[in-house]
Nanobody, 124 residues
Framework: HVQLVESGGGLVQPGGSLRLSCATS????????IGWFRQVPGKEREGVSW????????YCADSVKGRFTISRDNAKDTVYLQMNSLKPEDTAVYYC?????????????????WGQGTQVTVSS
Protein backbone atom coordinates (compact mmCIF):
# COMPACT_ATOMS: atom_id res chain seq x y z
CA HIS A 1 0.00 0.00 0.00
CA VAL A 2 1.03 3.56 -0.68
CA GLN A 3 1.16 5.60 2.50
CA LEU A 4 0.11 9.17 1.86
CA VAL A 5 0.24 12.15 4.20
CA GLU A 6 -1.62 15.39 3.57
CA SER A 7 -0.62 18.70 5.09
CA GLY A 8 -1.25 22.40 4.63
CA GLY A 9 -4.82 22.69 5.78
CA GLY A 10 -6.03 25.30 8.21
CA LEU A 11 -8.31 28.26 8.77
CA VAL A 12 -8.36 30.95 6.10
CA GLN A 13 -10.59 33.91 5.36
CA PRO A 14 -12.75 34.01 2.24
CA GLY A 15 -10.67 35.05 -0.74
CA GLY A 16 -7.52 33.63 0.79
CA SER A 17 -5.23 30.86 -0.39
CA LEU A 18 -3.83 27.59 0.88
CA ARG A 19 -1.51 25.03 -0.63
CA LEU A 20 -2.10 21.43 0.32
CA SER A 21 0.65 18.86 0.03
CA CYS A 22 0.40 15.12 -0.43
CA ALA A 23 3.61 13.27 0.29
CA THR A 24 4.90 9.78 0.78
CA SER A 25 8.13 8.61 2.29
CA UNK A 26 8.10 4.99 1.24
CA UNK A 27 7.07 4.98 -2.40
CA UNK A 28 7.72 6.90 -5.58
CA UNK A 29 4.64 8.97 -6.24
CA UNK A 30 5.46 9.45 -9.92
CA UNK A 31 4.43 5.83 -10.45
CA UNK A 32 0.85 6.74 -9.59
CA UNK A 33 -2.01 8.85 -10.80
CA ILE A 34 -3.02 11.01 -7.82
CA GLY A 35 -6.35 12.55 -6.97
CA TRP A 36 -7.57 15.12 -4.47
CA PHE A 37 -10.98 14.64 -2.90
CA ARG A 38 -12.95 16.48 -0.25
CA GLN A 39 -15.71 15.59 2.14
CA VAL A 40 -18.05 17.47 4.43
CA PRO A 41 -20.08 15.77 7.16
CA GLY A 42 -23.19 14.12 5.83
CA LYS A 43 -22.08 14.21 2.22
CA GLU A 44 -20.22 11.82 -0.03
CA ARG A 45 -16.56 12.32 -0.72
CA GLU A 46 -16.24 14.21 -4.00
CA GLY A 47 -13.43 14.42 -6.49
CA VAL A 48 -11.69 17.77 -6.79
CA SER A 49 -8.82 17.30 -9.23
CA TRP A 50 -6.39 14.66 -10.50
CA UNK A 51 -2.95 14.47 -12.04
CA UNK A 52 -1.56 11.58 -14.05
CA UNK A 53 1.87 10.02 -14.09
CA UNK A 54 2.50 11.85 -17.34
CA UNK A 55 1.48 15.21 -15.81
CA UNK A 56 -1.87 15.40 -17.54
CA UNK A 57 -4.42 16.79 -15.14
CA UNK A 58 -8.07 17.62 -14.86
CA TYR A 59 -10.81 19.00 -12.66
CA CYS A 60 -13.56 16.90 -11.17
CA ALA A 61 -15.57 19.70 -9.57
CA ASP A 62 -16.78 22.60 -11.71
CA SER A 63 -16.82 24.81 -8.63
CA VAL A 64 -13.03 24.82 -8.37
CA LYS A 65 -12.18 25.47 -12.01
CA GLY A 66 -9.89 28.43 -12.36
CA ARG A 67 -9.28 28.63 -8.62
CA PHE A 68 -7.49 25.37 -7.77
CA THR A 69 -4.37 24.02 -9.44
CA ILE A 70 -2.91 20.55 -9.06
CA SER A 71 0.76 19.90 -9.65
CA ARG A 72 3.45 17.43 -8.75
CA ASP A 73 7.13 17.55 -7.88
CA ASN A 74 8.50 14.09 -8.53
CA ALA A 75 11.88 14.95 -7.04
CA LYS A 76 10.11 15.56 -3.73
CA ASP A 77 7.54 12.77 -4.15
CA THR A 78 4.86 15.37 -3.50
CA VAL A 79 1.62 16.40 -5.17
CA TYR A 80 0.20 19.83 -4.44
CA LEU A 81 -3.22 21.43 -4.57
CA GLN A 82 -2.97 25.21 -4.75
CA MET A 83 -6.28 26.70 -3.70
CA ASN A 84 -6.93 30.38 -4.42
CA SER A 85 -9.97 32.61 -3.98
CA LEU A 86 -11.30 30.26 -1.35
CA LYS A 87 -14.97 30.32 -0.48
CA PRO A 88 -16.83 29.12 2.62
CA GLU A 89 -18.26 26.27 0.55
CA ASP A 90 -14.72 24.94 0.06
CA THR A 91 -14.68 24.04 3.74
CA ALA A 92 -14.10 20.29 3.99
CA VAL A 93 -11.61 17.62 4.88
CA TYR A 94 -9.32 17.21 1.89
CA TYR A 95 -7.83 13.83 1.01
CA CYS A 96 -5.26 12.74 -1.50
CA UNK A 97 -5.33 9.26 -2.93
CA UNK A 98 -3.29 7.03 -5.21
CA UNK A 99 -5.08 5.33 -8.09
CA UNK A 100 -4.39 1.61 -7.88
CA UNK A 101 -7.31 0.37 -10.02
CA UNK A 102 -8.68 1.22 -13.41
CA UNK A 103 -11.53 3.67 -13.69
CA UNK A 104 -12.35 7.34 -13.83
CA UNK A 105 -9.82 9.45 -11.96
CA UNK A 106 -12.73 11.51 -10.65
CA UNK A 107 -14.31 8.45 -9.05
CA UNK A 108 -13.42 7.02 -5.68
CA UNK A 109 -13.42 3.47 -7.05
CA UNK A 110 -10.10 3.95 -8.85
CA UNK A 111 -8.27 4.81 -5.64
CA UNK A 112 -7.06 2.16 -3.29
CA UNK A 113 -4.79 4.13 -1.01
CA TRP A 114 -5.82 7.25 0.88
CA GLY A 115 -4.25 9.72 3.24
CA GLN A 116 -5.76 10.64 6.58
CA GLY A 117 -7.07 14.01 5.38
CA THR A 118 -6.42 17.61 6.30
CA GLN A 119 -9.08 20.07 7.42
CA VAL A 120 -9.65 23.24 5.41
CA THR A 121 -11.94 25.83 6.95
CA VAL A 122 -12.86 29.01 5.09
CA SER A 123 -14.49 31.48 7.40
CA SER A 124 -14.32 35.10 8.45
Amino acid sequence: HVQLVESGGGLVQPGGSLRLSCATSRFTLDNYNIGWFRQVPGKEREGVSWISRSDRWGYCADSVKGRFTISRDNAKDTVYLQMNSLKPEDTAVYYCAAATRSGSLCGRQAYGDWGQGTQVTVSS
